[in-house]
């Protein structure tokens, strides 16, 4: 008789578990438990499902338990429930949901990967049949049935996250009239306040209502029904539905009862060969932590590429008894809002200074092809650095085509430990509809480079006001014409080109902030300036277009 392998949930870390498994042991008994009604499904399209995007329902399904067992001799269980594991004995009480009967279940591996569970807010009507979660196929099919019948003309998501901001873009489209409340001052968590101010501003282009800031206390319930959700200072939204989604907690009762170490992170705590703290239970996906590609700290994150890869790993090792280590999580993520993308690796600024990492950025505003072939879009990207020691921390990318190439390529110097002088040298593909020579990558690290070496000193649109009260110079350089649409109040207007020739008319006892469009002119400007003599020179990062952004309640001038 083989190893008999059984599996606490049924997608992704449990699935790639499984079929690796039997990969790589033909005798092994394998048994996958799965408490909802569906195995392998793809959680990560299901806010596309409920937007019409993705119309099939089946196109979801990734496998069925009959091509588990056709394909897979892995037995699938579907509406069983484990109730808790008897370490000593090495078995598991599993539930038939449908029968109510209940089975121990003997193991020689046992793999857990029961995910996680959205965090419930303790509100008045939580329990609501308008009031919606995302994380199952079930949860799915109830909150697209009431978009389906038409009667949802208003919305409202709770958390302003990944799946939010997904589901905000797909009730939009399909006409409902979405408000997004969210508890911090930003959405997307992961991403510096700056560049969550973009994605915020495009939001707000695309209809939806932001409540920023705010939390949730309560909902009004009337007859099984919300009607309106309270806000704590008193605001009301009516909502005819209501998404929650605050977040995930990892499932771990499972784990501590059986005393299984989970830790302070909240995960259930694996080695590098993702074994808890029993040697024959493994533990991977949403459920176990990993350890941070950045700050080697130990962190729950909850991404599906993680989950298959760990779990894939759990599957392996469970029957051959050894593997590689489980590779470090730098938490790359990408989503689309509306008509930006927007992705993230490693650590923001914020984030670094959380860990106790010194941390610097450069930011550059670049094209995602060269300009010169139709079709280039525009892109916004900052890469964040250890000053000194030059170690690339992460990267965060707004824009449209090529995003996710760039993150990518960052993501993968951040496995290996790369520096901006990495950066600055990979070997990227090129030719003209697929990037630059010099690659927005590239760009963004030869910037953090020259502000390493004190080539230049970039300054951030907050602090425009203060450098103005200082008696800074405002020297805006890009082209009349642009300068005549819009510029910063007090700004003088000299073009790059002709610096060399005006730079007389500039006081020689005042410091000079130089400002663009978005960054390069300031910069190649500032290097002007410092060449003819002066020291006192500072650009505005990412120029006019990110002060506008950054500042959008500051008064700008018309001076044409
Ligand atoms: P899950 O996929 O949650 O599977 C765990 C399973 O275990 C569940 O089906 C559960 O029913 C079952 N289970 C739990 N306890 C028990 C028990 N006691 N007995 C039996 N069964 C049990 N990630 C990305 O990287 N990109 C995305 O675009 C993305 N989009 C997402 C969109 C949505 C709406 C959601 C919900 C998630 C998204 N994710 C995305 C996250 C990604 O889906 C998860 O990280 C991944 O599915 C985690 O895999 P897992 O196997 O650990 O857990």
Redesign the pocket.
Known sequence: MGLRVLI?????????AATRARRLDYDAEIII????G?VSFA?????YYVGDVIQEREALLLQSPERFRDRFAVDVRLR????SIDRVGRRIL?RNLDTGETVWEPYDRLIL?????PIIPPFDGVDCQNVFF???MED?DAFRACVDAGTVRRAVVVGAG??GL??AEALTRRGVQVSVVELLDQVLAPLDEDMARRVAEHLRENGVSLYLGSAVSNFKAEQGIVTEVIMEDGRTLPADAVLLSIG?RP?T??AREAGLTVGSSGGIQVDQHLRTTDPNIFA?????EVVHAVTGRRVTV???????KH?RLAGEIAVAGKGASAAKVAAT???QVFDLTVAVTGLSRKEAERAGIAAQHALVSRRHHVGYYPGAEEMLLKLVYEPGTRRVLGAQAIGGAGVDRRIDVIATAIHFGGTLDDLSNLDLAYAPQFGAAKDPVHIAAFVADNQERGLFRQVEPAAVGDLIDQGYQLVDVRHAEEFAEESIPGAVNIDVDELRARVGELDPDRPVLVLCEVGQRGYYAARILQGLGRRDVVNLSGGYVWYAVQCPDEDTQRSG
Request: glycine share 14%; with cysteine; net charge negative.
């Open positions: 606490v949930g049924g997608v992704a870390a449990g699935a790639s438990f799965e408490r909802s569906h959680n990560c399209g299901l806010p069983h429930e484990v109730e599993v990967t029961p995910g996680a569970s995302l994380r199952t799915t990944f799946i997904e589901t995930v499932n009762r499972l991977a996906g949403d459920a176990a909850p991404l599906a590429g993680p989950a298959n779990g993520a990408i989503v």
